[in-house]
């Protein structure tokens, strides 16, 4: 009977016991995505708030997927080109799964940035991913993205520098307007 007790005991303790579970915040857990150190300057933000800023607002939007590895690399150079200016956040969306199902979410994306798109297999016109976008007031400054670069030419330092100096441009440009 003894050894029952302490046995309902233990099972009691065991099951009252609470599991703390570890939440992953939003910037380690984009570091872990786009293999970057902490302390980046990306901000995951939802589609909404996306078609805000193209509608009508300002900010900075980035698009990418982590599971491409030119998005992987273009982060990085993106991250590396705003990493030491102060209060910079850059709204970071992945519009793989409204892209893929050409959600109406997608749509109205591609009406906003409008000519600012590339064409898709079926000459339709498509997101670049990964692509950055200045946005001042609803209206679209500039843009950059990784068209025309291969994997292996987004690794050569004399490429990351002509797109960071490209990006830096496009920025005083947004910062101007």
């Known amino acids: 009977m003894k050894k029952l007790s302490i046995l309902l005991i233990l099972v009691l303790v065991c099951a ?32 909404n708030d996306i078609l805000d800023i193209f509608s009508d607002g300002t900010g900075i ?26 209060d910079i956040k850059i709204n970071y969306y992945n519009p793989f799964n409204i892209k893929n199902n050409n959600t109406k979410y997608y749509r109205e994306l591609l009406n906003h940035i ?11 016109p498509s997101l670049e991913i990964p692509s950055l976008y200045f946005v001042k007031d609803g209206k679209i400054i500039d843009y950059v993205s990784s068209t025309g670069y291969s994997m292996d030419q987004l690794e050569k330092k004399n490429v990351k520098n002509k797109i960071k100096k490209e990006i830096d441009k496009k920025y005083k440009q947004y910062k101007s307007a």
Do not use: Q
């Not at 939007?61 to 030491?84: L, P, R």
């Not at 409008?114 to 339709?124: F, S, Y």
């Open 114 to 124: 409008g000519e600012n798109t590339v064409e898709d297999e079926n000459l339709n």
């Open 16 to 47: 009252c016991t609470v599991r703390k579970e570890e939440k992953v915040k939003d910037e380690d857990k984009f570091s872990i995505e786009y293999s970057i150190e902490d302390g980046h300057i990306f901000e995951y933000s939802k589609i």
């Open 61 to 86: 939007v980035y698009f990418a997927n982590s599971d491409d590895e030119i998005s992987i690399e273009f982060t990085s150079i993106v991250n590396d080109c705003f990493s030491k200016k102060k």
